[in-house]
């Protein structure tokens, strides 16, 4: 399957600083990235979907200025979290739309584990 | 509201095959079924899809009912390594939508 690549894969930082997070996808171009978040134990939530060159779609409850998106290149797209607090530790992972070939799977990158001190 | 429904958990013997089932009963026509699953601590890996007929590839083979409603993940003969959490989840307009899933445990 297609490869898609997160870095860092953990971080560590302290409250009120900004964290962010790549995620690439090596072998084919995506147009559309999605953003996951996931707490212990439970299932991935979707943060929002990044479109290249356009603004990122946020789901509902989502702070946009807090968690922010810019998908600058069909292989590249950023998260960026503004002024960290704890209650933003969790693990967050990337994924890529291949548009080719039938239902246009995503390919999920390998997470990045936020902690926030 | 869950779009798919999943036992919560299940075991099975090393080298027997694994039947992982899936309720989605409110799936549109043009939804595909898809499955994923989740080694503790690293990123969703795809295992297969399918819209309508039933599909194989090198990992496992899906089972979709003809009315759609349910399916059938088969990982023929699994290993200790097949331990994961399974989901199966709805595709339309490339957005995903994931449940619970099942933890699969595969006992030597």
């Known amino acids: 399957g297609a490869v898609v690549s997160q870095h860092p894969s953990r971080v560590i930082c302290k409250s009120g600083t900004s964290v962010k997070i790549e995620c690439r996808s090596l072998?084919?171009?995506?147009?559309?990235m999605f953003w996951y978040r996931q707490f212990p134990k439970k299932s991935l939530m979707l943060m929002a979907t990044?479109?290249?060159?356009?603004?990122?779609?946020?789901e509902q409850g989502v702070e946009k200025d807090k968690f922010l998106i810019n998908h600058a290149s069909l292989t590249l797209s950023t998260l960026t979290v503004t002024s960290a607090h704890p209650e933003d530790s969790s693990f967050y992972i990337c994924?890529?739309?291949?548009?080719?070939?039938?239902?246009?799977?995503?390919?999920f990158g390998p997470g990045t584990r936020l902690l926030v001190l | 509201d869950a779009k798919t429904t999943q036992p919560p958990s299940m075991d099975c013997a090393e080298g027997r095959a694994a039947n992982l089932p899936c309720n989605h009963s409110?799936?549109?026509?043009?939804?595909?079924v898809y499955w994923y699953r989740q080694i503790h601590s690293q990123g969703p890996q795809y295992i297969i899809h399918?819209?309508?007929n039933n599909e194989t590839n090198e990992m496992a083979s899906l089972i979709i009912t003809e009315d759609r409603k349910s399916s059938t993940l088969i990982l023929p003969h699994a290993t200790l390594r097949d331990t994961a959490v399974y989901y199966c989840?709805?595709?339309?307009?490339?957005?995903?939508?994931f449940g619970s899933g099942t933890q699969l445990t595969v006992l030597p």
């Open positions: 409110t799936i549109s026509g043009n939804e595909y």
């Open positions: 072998d084919f171009q995506a147009t559309t």
């Open positions: 994924s890529a739309r291949d548009p080719s070939g039938s239902g246009e799977t995503q390919y």
């Open positions: 399918g819209l309508k």
């Open positions: 990044s479109n290249e060159g356009s603004k990122a779609t946020y």
């Open positions: 989840t709805r595709s339309y307009g490339g957005q995903l939508t």
